[in-house]
């Protein structure tokens, strides 16, 4: 393949050169264009076609379905990792010794409390209040109670605004769920493991002792690693962008959480638990939403089913419907949700219009029926996305700073009214 790219634009022709990455995937290298070109720019809604960085942190390809982490194959770490190790191998990009890792946990454990006033903005949320814009709330305030993570320049800076957040992010998750059911605010403890600790601050009674079910430890410690990351969707280029004009770590994470919250992004996990519940309600009629979603005067759209990239199935979701049947069984749960999901998949699946649009079961068809086995409220399912979303966030925005990008600033084409004079009020 040629490595340049030619472009004519009014007779004149253009060269510029082709981009092409570990896994052969080839771009072409706009950033000359306007400067020879005299102005002329591209447009690309939803960048479908645009990327907007080079990273060596995660490869997908939507057409094998393939998602790896800094090369290792999603199904690997999912098998093998614990959710603590596949963070490390985000943000630094090898997976630890087992003292990098031991060391790693106990520098996150030693920033493993918040401020007790961040209780004072919690209080002032009403209980009705979604989880994901308390959780956003909350993350943009720690910068106030850690002043130090905001002009993050040095790798060691910025080690330690990574270690903070990972220590109290599961606080902030754990303490949003409690509020929202009248639940004293209180700590795990440092004697546990990561995910453990994450499971005791979300379910303990105060007035019980709090036992680990392994099952449940090993189910949210697989559903995080399945989250970590994903290139550069919705919320981690919004955290980029964001992370890009040189804000703090942790006010970039909250518009991370604030992208993600969207119903077509990690607000599908939700959605498609609602969307689940509403078909069985109504006597479990699929072919009625089917019907519904190939409607294109209806806006319904089947939840948990599409993707921007994968056009074969999401690897994720592969793994997660596993999960979802070996937990349910191992829990004991019967639950008719997951034969509906089911019996959607397998319609949709033999169905013209989805096969024809590649529209695939998606990370979020699934989680949300183990999520619920889990006894996790389907308003926190999207929090418990960002939580395992969180070190994909952090590595990206770590790796676009560490590369020094500039700040993000697209361009645009202006459709509106060309100069035109001021009207007086009277005369308008
Ligand atoms: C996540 O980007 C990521 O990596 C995201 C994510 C991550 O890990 O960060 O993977 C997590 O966000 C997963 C996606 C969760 N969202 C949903 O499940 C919501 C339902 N899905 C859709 O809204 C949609 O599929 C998107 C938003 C996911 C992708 O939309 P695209 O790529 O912009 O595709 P499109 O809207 O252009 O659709 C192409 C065609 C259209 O029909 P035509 O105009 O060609 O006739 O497919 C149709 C769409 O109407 N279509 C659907 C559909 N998804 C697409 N029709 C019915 N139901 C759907 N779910």
Not at 90 to 114: C, M, N, R, W, Y
Request: charged residues 25%.
């Amino acid at each position: 393949m040629s490595d340049k790219a030619t472009l004519e634009i009014n007779g004149q022709k253009h060269e510029f050169p082709l981009v092409t990455g570990t896994e052969n995937e080839v771009a072409i290298n706009i950033k000359t264009l306007r400067g020879v070109t005299g102005g002329v720019t591209t447009i690309d809604p939803g960048y479908k076609n645009t990327g907007s960085c080079e990273s060596a942190i995660t490869f997908l390809d939507g057409e094998k379905g393939i998602l790896r982490y800094r090369g290792y194959s999603i199904e690997e770490l999912a098998e093998k990792a614990d959710f603590l190790e596949v963070a490390y191998l985000l943000i630094f990009g090898e997976l630890p010794t087992s003292e990098k890792l031991e060391q790693f946990h106990s520098d996150i454990k030693k920033h493993a409390v918040v401020d007790d006033d961040v209780k004072k903005i919690l209080d002032a949320f009403p209980k009705a209040a979604h989880p994901m814009g308390v959780l956003a709330s909350l993350t943009s305030a720690l910068t106030a109670f850690n002043p130090t993570s905001v002009n993050v320049d040095s790798e060691e800076e910025m080690y330690n605004a990574i270690v903070r957040i990972l220590g109290k992010f599961p606080i902030l998750v754990a303490w949003t769920m409690r509020k929202k059911h009248g639940m004293p605010l209180d700590y795990g403890s440092s004697s546990l493991g990561y995910v453990e600790n994450i499971l005791q601050m979300m379910f303990k009674r105060p007035d019980e002792d709090y036992v680990q079910n392994p099952i449940l430890v090993n189910a949210l410690d697989k559903l995080l690693i399945l989250h970590a990351d994903h290139e550069q969707n919705c919320s981690t280029s919004t955290v980029r962008i964001v992370g890009s004009s040189h804000a703090g770590l942790f006010a970039s994470l909250s518009s991370g959480i604030s992208a993600l919250w969207g119903p077509l992004h990690g607000g599908a996990n939700q959605a498609v638990l609602e969307m689940l519940e509403g078909i069985k309600e109504d006597g479990g009629d699929t072919k009625k939403y089917m019907a519904k979603a190939k409607d294109k005067s209806d806006p319904f759209r089947l939840m948990g089913f599409g993707h921007r990239v994968y056009k074969n199935f999401d690897p994720r979701a592969k793994i997660i419907k596993v999960a979802a049947d070996e937990v349910l069984a191992d829990l004991g749960v019967e639950d008719p949700i997951l034969d509906i999901a089911k019996g959607l998949e397998k319609e949709a699946l033999e169905d013209s219009y989805f096969v024809d649009r590649k529209l695939y079961p998606n990370v979020d068809f699934y989680s949300g029926i183990i999520y619920r086995a889990m006894g996790i409220p389907t308003e926190m399912f999207t929090v418990m996305f960002a939580l395992g979303r969180l070190p994909g966030w952090i590595s990206q925005w770590r790796e676009m700073r560490l590369r020094k990008e500039p700040i993000g600033r697209p361009r645009q084409i202006y459709i509106g009214e060309t100069h035109r004079p001021f009207k007086d009020i009277n005369n308008r």
